[in-house]
């Protein structure tokens, strides 16, 4: 019998992550100038859009790309990033898909599914696949019930 | 985690959302006998894909929510969620549990008390904490709906009760609500005993009594099967809806869809208009909460004029025809 897990729930909208709802997470930090993270926002009623950010890398410790709030900010391994109806999708060039979101839309809410797999700067693997949803791999992950406020890599170098 | 801040438990009954209401209304009745303990409010999901049902329920007011996200709980089995309900109970120790008095509700709760080995009480209408004594006192129908007993459980707990759709009102949506969600264990499941192969709406047009804001009532004293679609005119005029007493049920004048009471729906419209109805406690106890009472009937001292805002003694049917010709000639 597995222990008891625990969290939060937004009445507006989460994302499905580790098999819970939650109302946005943190994975690394977005300060960081290279390393890797993934930052799932927490979205306001009015915002339907879910916010993703992350630096991701391959199993190599090559990196991939920068997103930052589902923009593709960096590409030096000429990733591809395709808006689709119920989210995006980010790709490699060879077409290996590297994340993908879903965003399911109810009467009164949103839940935002994950699938692809990441992996950090030492080609740690951080995302992994579990059948049709995406599990958090370690307990590095902070959850977030507010709007992420801090900066990210690029501005804290400029700043 | 601290597991004594959440003592009050409501069952997440989803079956038929969003028609079915009375999770939302049991979470407001919930939180409020919570505040008065001192406590939060919990809900129990449990089912597989049920993150719209926890946002809703979060959204109502749900201070913590119980879930378990699980292939084996896809469908509702009465022994399967038994099990779980009763194992998390036995973890987290509520001192109440709540859940409506639907059909799944009346079937589900009788086996989690009788699983351990606690009082229930069923079809409830009223529930409170008794300021002196701090009770939980449960009002419910008693011998045949004659009287309304108060129950309490002072030894056993948690304190059992299912409560008729309709008798609470539910807090409103609030998008910006957040809640704690835990994830208890699943216990070792019993093996599924049925298998659902498929399921079918009902085809007849269920009135939605329960949502209106004008609820015109007819009893035995309407007199007729013409008389009483006369209420339906009125109804129409008044853009309510028609609900009927167990005898009107009987005499074929109108369907057990629209009956109200003990062992019908219970509605709080804004206004009530009770015709032909003499008031037994099996009728009343499903228009408790209404907030404005007209009732028309031949006998003064029938019971419903206790419980009126203002009366009218007079024939039904005269009483009737009158107030159709006159909205008629002012709408």
């Known amino acids: 019998m597995e222990g008891i897990r625990s969290g939060a729930v937004s009445a507006h909208h989460n994302y499905m992550i580790s098999g819970m709802l939650r109302p946005g997470f943190l994975v690394g930090d977005p300060g960081s100038a290279k390393g890797f993270y993934l930052l799932a926002d927490f979205l306001l009623p009015g915002e339907n859009t879910p916010r993703i950010s992350g630096r991701f890398f391959d199993e190599r410790g090559d990196m991939l790309l920068e997103l930052t709030w589902n923009r593709l900010m960096l590409d030096p391994a000429d990733c591809l990033y395709r808006p689709t109806p119920y989210g995006f999708h980010l790709s490699k060039s060879s077409g290996e898909i590297i994340l993908e979101t879903t965003t399911r839309r109810f009467p009164n809410g949103y839940i935002t599914s994950f699938s692809g797999r990441l992996y950090d700067e030492k080609g740690v693997l951080k995302l992994d696949q579990e059948g049709s949803s995406a599990r958090l791999v370690g307990n590095d992950s902070i959850m977030l019930t507010a709007p992420y406020q801090g900066c990210f890599g690029k501005e804290k170098k400029n700043a | 985690m601290d597991r004594g801040t959440c003592l009050v438990w409501v069952f997440g009954d989803?079956?038929?959302?969003?028609?079915?209401?009375?999770?939302?209304?049991?979470?407001?009745?919930?939180?409020?006998?919570?505040?008065?303990?001192?406590?939060?409010?919990?809900?129990?999901?449990?089912?597989?894909?049920?993150?719209?049902?926890?946002?809703?329920?979060?959204?109502?007011?749900?201070?913590?929510?119980?879930?378990a996200d699980n292939n084996a709980l896809k469908d509702y089995d009465v022994e399967l969620f038994t099990a779980v309900a009763a194992s998390w109970v036995e973890i987290f120790r509520p001192e109440i549990f709540l859940a409506g008095a639907t059909a799944f509700g009346r079937e589900l709760f009788p086996?989690?008390?009788?699983?351990?080995?606690?009082?229930?009480?069923?079809?409830?209408?009223?529930?409170?904490?008794?300021?002196?004594?701090?009770?939980?006192?449960?009002?419910?129908?008693?011998?045949?709906?004659?009287?309304?007993?108060?129950?309490?459980?002072?030894?056993?707990?948690?304190?059992?009760?299912?409560?008729?759709?309709?008798i609470f009102r539910e807090l409103p949506h609030d998008p910006f609500a957040l809640a704690e969600l835990i994830h208890p264990p699943l216990p070792n499941l019993p093996e599924r005993k049925i298998e659902v192969v498929r399921r079918r709406k009902e085809k007849a047009r269920r009135a939605s009594l329960t949502d209106a804001g004008v609820v015109i009532v007819g009893g035995k004293g309407v007199g007729s099967r013409a008389n009483f679609d006369k209420l339906f005119q009125l109804a129409e005029l008044l853009g309510g809806e028609v609900g009927a007493t167990?005898?009107?049920?009987?005499?074929?004048?109108?369907?057990?869809?629209?009956?109200?009471?003990?062992?019908?729906?219970?509605?709080?419209?804004?206004?009530?208009?009770?015709?032909?109805?003499?008031?037994?406690?099996q009728y009343t106890a499903g228009i408790r909460g209404s907030e404005t009472v007209i009732a028309?009937?031949?006998?003064?001292?029938?019971?419903?004029?206790?419980?009126?805002?203002?009366?009218?003694?007079?024939?039904?049917?005269?009483?009737?025809?009158?107030?159709?010709?006159?909205?008629?000639?002012r709408l």
Request: overall charge negative.
């Open chain 2, 111 to 166: 086996r989690i008390a009788k699983r351990l080995r606690t009082g229930l009480s069923a079809d409830c209408v009223a529930l409170e904490i008794d300021r002196e004594t701090g009770a939980f006192v449960q009002t419910t129908p008693a011998f045949g709906g004659d009287l309304l007993a108060d129950v309490v459980t002072p030894v056993m707990r948690p304190q059992m009760a299912t409560v008729h759709p309709g």
């Open chain 2, 246 to 281: 167990r005898p009107a049920v009987n005499a074929g004048w109108a369907g057990e869809e629209r009956l109200l009471g003990q062992t019908g729906k219970s509605v709080r419209p804004r206004l009530l208009i009770t015709i032909g109805t003499s008031g037994a406690l």
């Open chain 2, 296 to 329: 028309v009937n031949r006998d003064h001292s029938a019971p419903i004029f206790g419980l009126a805002d203002l009366g009218i003694v007079g024939d039904a049917d005269r009483i009737l025809s009158l107030l159709i010709e006159e909205l008629n000639r």
């Open chain 2, 14 to 67: 989803y079956a038929d959302y969003f028609q079915n209401r009375v999770t939302l209304q049991l979470i407001a009745k919930g939180k409020a006998l919570a505040s008065e303990l001192g406590t939060r409010v919990g809900v129990v999901v449990l089912g597989e894909d049920i993150g719209q049902y926890v946002m809703e329920y979060v959204a109502h007011g749900a201070d913590v929510i119980y879930a």
